[in-house]
């Protein structure tokens, strides 16, 4: 059984950078694609970006695009999410989840909660 655990979250100003991470264990992800979302309070949760775990190949929202970045770790099991340039709207709960099909992905982590102050 596959789990997934996301850190990194926390507060930080508009203009700002973190990394989130998102840590595999209980089996391979070869083969699945692995992807962030997020949900703001009061909105549906919404697809960020997704990266495939053999070709590494990557695909990002609109809202996103030039500001995030997401990248893999094949030794460590491990998806990191680059967020730089950050917005207040980029507040949300930030999930990291896996499948072998996309967007119907079996797998979600807990979650980490993103504060950007304006």
């Known amino acids: 059984q596959l789990q997934l655990g996301e850190s990194g979250g926390g507060f930080v100003q508009s203009g700002g950078s973190l990394r989130l991470t998102c840590a595999a264990s209980g089996r391979s992800l070869t083969h699945y694609f692995i992807a962030w979302f997020r949900q703001a309070p009061g909105k549906v949760r919404e697809f960020v970006e997704r990266?495939?775990?053999?070709?590494?190949?990557?695909y990002y929202a609109d809202s996103v695009k030039g500001r995030f970045t997401i990248s893999r770790d094949k030794a460590k099991n491990t998806v990191y999410l680059q967020m730089n340039n950050l917005k207040p709207e980029d507040t949300a709960v930030y999930y990291c989840?896996?499948?072998?099909?996309?967007?119907?992905?079996?797998?979600w982590g807990q979650g980490t909660q993103l504060t950007v102050s304006s």
């Open positions: 989840a896996a499948g072998p099909t996309f967007p119907a992905l079996d797998y």
């Open positions: 990266i495939t775990w053999n070709g590494g190949y990557t």
